[in-house]
Each structure stands twice: as C-alpha cells, then as structure tokens.
C-alpha cells in the first residue's frame, strides 16, 4: 500500500483588494496542494480554520476526505450550519479535492465519476466588477451619481440600457442571462409591500429585453430574499407575461412552507438556493416541494463532497441543479467541474464581468467559456494555482498552522 499522504501545512490568505474572499492552500508532505476559496467576511473563517480545523487536520491523511468533511461538519456546530464554519469546511473540502486530483493525475471531474457531457450550457449574471471584489461605498447602480467601472458594468446596464446588454451578452454568445431590477425598490418597505410604480419599473427590463429579442435571451428573475410571499407573488405575476427563465430566492430561506407556496403560484421555474448549505437542509426543501430547480454553491454549501452529494439526491427527485458563481475563481471552477460530471445538471452560472478581469488576476487558470458553454481542461485537480501578482502582492496577509 502507498504512502499516506499527510497534511503538513494550511495556510489562509486574506487580500486587501479582494476583502469578502477567504482562501485556503493545504500542503502535504509530497510536496503537492490544493487550493479552495469562500465568499463572505474572512476573518471569522479564517480562524475557525487555524484554531479548530488545523487542529484536527495537521498530520492527518488527506485522501480521507469523506472522514474529514464528517469530523470538521461535526466541529462547525451540525449538519445545518450556514455560518462562518461551513464556509471555512467549504474552501478546505474544494481544496483536498484540488489535492487529491493532483495526487492521483486525474481532474477533478473524473474523481466524481467522470464526464457527463464536454460542456455545459452558462447563463450570464449582470452584476459590475465590484460586486464581491470589494464594498466600496458611494453611488449604486441605478443612482443618477453612478459611473461605470468598465465595458462590462452589467449591473448598470441592466438598469439604463436592458436591450444593449442582452444584444451584448448574444453577440458573446450567450442565450441566457440574470438580472434583479426589483431589488433596488426593497429598501423603501423592508420587502413588505411593492407599489404599483415600482412594479412597474422593474418589470420594464423584461418587458424590453423580450420584445426586442424574443426567444433568442431567456431573462432569469433574481429576487435576492428581498421580499415577503404577498410582494414576491406580486412581481411574478408581473413579470410572467414575458416569459423569464426562473424565480431565484423569492422568499427567505428560513420559511421553506412559504416558497413552497410561492412555487405553486406560479407556472415558471422556482429555484432555491445558494444560501442554503448542506444536504439536511436541501432534503428538507425537495421533500416539501418548495423548487423545481436546485441551486448551490460550492463555497457554501460544504464544498465539493457535499455539492455532489446534494445534486445526487436531487436527481432522485426529479430535480436539475444550476450551481451558482458570483463569489470567486476557484469555487466557479470546481462549479464547472461538477456541473461536467452530474448527470441532472440544467445550467450553469458565470459572470463575464468576473472572468474578463479580477479572476484572472487570483488565478492562473479558469473555465474556457465560448458561444454559451463551459468547458475545463483535463489538468489534474481542478487545474489552477494562485498567480505571482497574487501571491506577491503588498495587499496580501497570510497566515500559517502546520506540524
């Protein structure tokens, strides 16, 4: 039998132009790594990483990754957390997969049992470059103060110009696409009550965008859990007549009753959600009915190990899944790379203000998407490392736990 390999070093990296980004890199005494991220504040999952995780991890086996997910889920207060501990179980599970693909020669879609199809279908979310890059205060977009940050601000054109941004995201070769107009109007009522005026403006995008288009953009809703169940039906029945692609997050997470509800007021996809984390809490939402399309993300959910687990039962309830991405790199490729390898996979989410900028400068490689499709490599692992420019940067603070 082959030497275990152990883990030997885990080392976090918090960087100042990327603050609601935690990123990991796991050693192991071969000289191999893996690398994994999670969105969200760094601080707290940085330290349950170094007081709790590295703990357990140092000097363990890093091919045990089911034993591991157990033992740290166990540590990160049960099977239903959503805080700062799964996130941190997050970037260490996408990492050891990293690991272990390295280890044995084989991509990452080929540990999960393989190809299911050479690409997958992506849809564009219209978000601006700073989004998860930074949370910079001053003007919004849809403010009269606004200014855009570059050619693919598609928060903001979203809001002043729908039509030249679906001709945009055509002539890129996408055929679907995410905006949220409805959402900017939330704040006035606390989500509570939507007037008529507000209805009306933020179906405008939907109504604009199919009548110059027609069937060649699906227009996909995404509502953010901004709205109670009168005030989501509302804006649904609004929005219907143009035939958007789903509602996403309708309703709170916390009120599975109430989106099982929504879904059943409504003849389009509902589809729930990223920030549900782990398999209890999906299992709980197949079971009463609540969606008819599954979406994750890996950076929350628990990782790879548990994405795949929660897209397995998916498929025995007739549920697609659609893994999100809008938080960063490493978890958009280990997305792709399970969305090549489940078989129930409807599509999949990219942002190409994202992949046209920042990413790049974190990562030295992503997702090749090309006339509406992803596609990886069959590098080992998932097929990246973090950049120089990264690694060298003034702005970069790391941290260190290892034997």
């Known amino acids: 039998m ?6 030997t070093r885990i080392e976090t990296f918090h960087h100042g132009e990327y603050p609601n980004l935690a990123f990991v890199k796991i050693h192991t005494d071969d000289g191999l790594f893996g690398v994994g991220e999670t969105p969200g504040s760094p601080a707290p999952v940085h330290a349950f990483i170094h007081a709790d995780a590295a703990e357990y991890l140092l000097g363990k086996d890093a091919s045990q990754l089911d034993l591991h997910w157990s033992n740290l889920a166990k540590m990160a207060g049960g099977m239903r957390s959503r805080g700062a501990e799964m996130r941190a179980l997050s970037a260490i599970d996408i990492a050891l997969w990293d690991l272990f693909g390295k280890r044995v020669g ?26 998860y890059m930074d949370r910079t205060e001053g003007p919004k977009p849809g403010s009269p103060d606004y200014v855009p940050k570059g050619p693919y601000d598609d928060a903001y054109a979203s809001l002043i110009d729908p039509v030249g941004l679906a001709e945009s995201l055509h002539a890129d070769g996408f055929r679907a696409m995410k905006i949220w107009p409805f959402s900017q109007f939330a704040a006035k009522t606390n989500g509570q009550f939507i007037s008529l005026e507000d209805l009306e403006a933020g179906t405008e995008p939907f109504r604009l965008i199919h009548e110059a288009m027609g069937d060649q953009m699906e227009v996909a809703v995404e509502m953010t859990q901004s709205w109670n169940l009168p005030s989501a039906i509302k804006i649904a029945q609004a929005v219907t007549p143009f035939k958007p692609l789903w509602f996403e997050d309708a309703v709170q997470m916390d009120n599975l009753d109430a989106l099982a509800q929504f879904r059943t007021s409504t003849n389009i996809p509902t589809i729930a959600s990223e920030g549900v984390s782990t398999r209890w809490s999906f299992r709980e939402m197949f079971v009463k009915q609540a969606t008819d399309i599954c979406m994750f993300d890996l950076g929350w959910v628990g990782g790879i190990s548990e994405a795949k687990r929660v897209a397995t039962m998916a498929e025995s309830f007739g549920i697609p899944i659609a893994p999100h991405d809008c938080v960063g790199p490493i978890a958009f490729m280990a997305g792709v790379h399970l969305s090549l390898n489940a078989t129930n996979t409807y599509i999949q989410e990219t942002v190409r203000s994202y992949r046209a900028t920042w990413y790049n400068d974190i990562v030295t490689a992503l997702p090749k998407v090309e006339d509406g499709f992803a596609s990886v490599s069959d590098a080992p692992g998932l097929g990246l490392d973090f950049t120089e420019k990264f690694l060298k940067s003034d702005l970069l603070t790391v941290q260190v736990s290892e034997l």
Do not use: D, H, Q, W
């Open 106 to 131: 084989e991509p990452v879609y080929n540990l999960l049992g393989g190809l299911s199809r050479n690409k997958i279908k992506v849809y564009n979310t219209c978000v601006g470059y700073p989004f």
């Open 2 to 7: 082959a030497k275990s390999p152990k883990i």
